[in-house]
């Protein structure tokens, strides 16, 4: 989180003052229009001068909130810097703004919750969503939802601390700003929360009709494994994708519709079959592990249904296991849980399991589904060795450009291994895209459920296969995270390094 929440006192002057000192340089906005209160502008920017780190600062007069915001390769420093000089609020100071009497100071108080992205004080503001003050109810909504949205985003386990009766239900629902996060709210419930009650029936009859269909499938297995039979008729007209552009093939279009007649059955009485090791080569067989899939009960095959049903219902979980010591020349930044090797952001993927693999028809290398679990957990770059685009190397000058990296670092640097940008890529959740199963117009700005950005759609990147021979994956017309491409004396690629451990 890059944005400070000023005082109401800490006026325009002072902040002016403090960037001017600090050798800041305001750039002109002559279109701006009059400020409200003399002295006082709506907005400003400020640059650092010989960097890339902006400061913005916006002033709502109405709740005399004022907002300062970084970004820019150092922006975390700088805020550090503003706020060693700057009065600020805290997420400490919030609770008596979110306790007091008047209207202004919740309404502050929820203002500052949302811009500091303050998860914490969820359950505070959620009770505010009852309040007779039409103003604080529809604002706590919305707040809400913004802090449900981040916390599904960074992987905060809120829902864990939600009681099953909290009333997360289509008051709020709709405040999630994006389908990411509501896949994910309702996944956490899924996990959390075994009994169905009248707000996670709320919930599901919303996402039922989401405009997101991977969304409405969760929902659909959702409501089987909740046995929420009021919505039956919902799930029998249930939408299913029905083209290759919304990410599933027509394999797929089949399977969602043997699983949405699993989820009929389920809710209609039928009890799933005893697990069996029968081979899945016959109708009945392959009904009674859809079935099983469907009631999120074990199976013994892995395959293609097994591994959609798991996507589509299962949270991705980022484990809290730290690594046990940091490589040398890395810091960790404990605001914000990020790993930086000097201005180079890392992610650390942890040795949890990881669903790799898939079953692809023409695949150009053989990538059987499995669960891979890394040994020691490990750290890859967030973002593609580039400056203004992905430098295309050959495999050589890869390795050679690591080799260089790792000096100047002072610290071991290698490509990654194909499971390992497999996981980077796409989570422990099992999921075929690094945003989700369902495509994704704006992929280009997606990241992976661990923080990577560029994974896929940009530029094929480099790996080695288990026996050491170059491969890439993610290129520019390849979305799967599981797919591999082998290489050739023409083949170039990006680089995305691994610290090695």
Known sequence: MNTLVLWSETSFPIVSQYFDQAGWRREPDPDAPPPILPGEPDGAIWRLSGSDVRAIYTFHP?????????????ALQQR??????????????LRPLLDAPDVESKLLGMYAASALEAVTLIESIHALTTSADTLIAQTAQQTVGKLLTSAARTG????KEFSPTTNINTSVFPFIADAQSRRQILRWMMRNHPRLNEHIDAVLRAALVDPDWELRVTAMLGAARWQARGVRTL??????????RDGVDSTDQRVLKALRQA????????????????????????????????????????????LLVHALTQPFDPSSLRPASLPSGLTFVEEDNSYWLDDLE?????PIPHWLGDELHRAPIENPIRSVTPSTGFFIAQNLASEDAPRLLSWSDAQQWCAEVARHYGVPIRLPTADEWEMAARGSDGRRFPWGNAFDPEFESALSPWGGAQMVGVAPQWVSASDGSPQVCGGIKQWRCSVRIPADDTTTGAVRFVIAT
């Open 62 to 74: 109405a709740m005399r909130l004022r907002l300062l915001t970084f970004d820019g390769t150092a």
């Open 80 to 93: 550090e810097d503003a706020a060693q000089q700057l009065p600020h609020l805290t997420i400490y100071d």
């Open 156 to 159: 905060i386990h809120l829902l």
């Open 235 to 244: 799930i029998e007209r249930l939408v299913l994708p029905e083209s290759s």
């Open 263 to 306: 989820a009929l059955d389920l809710l209609d009485g039928a009890q799933p079959p005893p697990p069996s090791d029968v081979p899945l080569v016959t109708r009945e067989a392959m009904q009674a592990h859809i079935m099983r899939c469907a009631a999120g009960l074990p199976v013994p095959y892995h395959e293609r249904v097994f």
């Open 346 to 350: 890392m992610l650390w993927i942890p």
